[in-house]
T-cell receptor, first 115, second 110 residues
Framework: AQSVTQLGSHVSVSEGALVLLRCNYS??????LFWYVQYPNQGLQLLLKYTSAATLVKGINGFEAEFKKSETSFHLTKPSAHMSDAAEYFC?????????????FGKGTLLTVNP | DGGITQSPKYLFRKEGQNVTLSCEQN?????MYWYRQDPGQGLRLIYY???????QKGDIAEGYSVSREKKESFPLTVTSAQKNPTAFYLCASIQATEAFFGQGTRLTVV
């Protein structure tokens, strides 16, 4: 079985400050890990993904995440927050290999950026 | 442009009615999924289909039904048996390690 825990349902930062959104996973086999962003009343957009290549993954809009197997973590960071980063962020896990790429999502973290 | 199209964007249902949400894709993906999103709950899997004429229940299938008669289409019916259908519904197709999402349908019971 696979699961994802996002620590903090709401994170608030000032514009220009570091963004850190936390994600821990549980998986019985090596996982694929994803971060998605969702703006109000829209679908999900892929920010970045880890698929067993480099452990430091760079994504769109200046975000990056580091896969740490020993900590079962895949935290999302951005050095300097922008007002346009305000959205809800979801971490997701999928089992590697096979043909069933069912995604399991965390409950989401709402990011607020203050001017 | 390739992608996932969900319709309608907003849908209102009366008590006791069945309603069908449309999901179409032109990405030629085999696998399609339906998720339900509620505030603070993340996305929960309702049904998924990995091939035409076959589909599997997800974690919260009760009160929902689907069909997969064509590769590009995966409609979701919310039946009167679903006691709390008000939610945001997202359709996705998944190929290899990437999921593509539609823009969602917001269903409200009135």
């Amino acid at each position: 079985a696979q699961s994802v825990t996002q620590l903090g349902s709401h994170v608030s930062v000032s514009e220009g400050a570091l963004v850190l959104l936390r994600c821990n996973y549980s998986s019985s086999v090596p996982p694929y890990l994803f971060w998605y962003v969702q703006y109000p009343n829209q679908g999900l957009q892929l920010l970045l993904k880890y698929t067993s290549a480099a452990t430091l993954v760079k994504g769109i809009n200046g975000f990056e995440a580091e896969f740490k197997k020993s900590e079962t973590s895949f935290h999302l960071t951005k050095p300097s927050a922008h007002m346009s980063d305000a959205a809800e962020y979801f971490c997701a896990v999928s089992l590697s290999g096979g043909s069933n790429y069912k995604l399991t999502f965390g409950k989401g973290t709402l990011l607020t950026v203050n001017p | 442009d390739g992608g996932i199209t969900q319709s309608p964007k907003y849908l209102f249902r009366k008590e006791g009615q069945n309603v069908t949400l449309s999901c179409e894709q032109n990405l030629n993906h085999d696998a399609m999924y339906w998720y339900r999103q509620d505030p603070g709950q993340g996305l929960r899997l309702i049904y998924y289909s990995q091939i035409v004429n076959d589909f599997q229940k997800g974690d919260i299938a009760e009160g929902y039904s689907v069909s997969r008669e064509k590769k590009e289409s995966f409609p979701l019916t919310v039946t009167s048996a679903q006691k709390n259908p008000t939610a945001f519904y997202l359709c996705a197709s998944i190929q290899a390690t990437e999921a593509f999402f539609g823009q969602g349908t917001r269903l409200t019971v009135v």
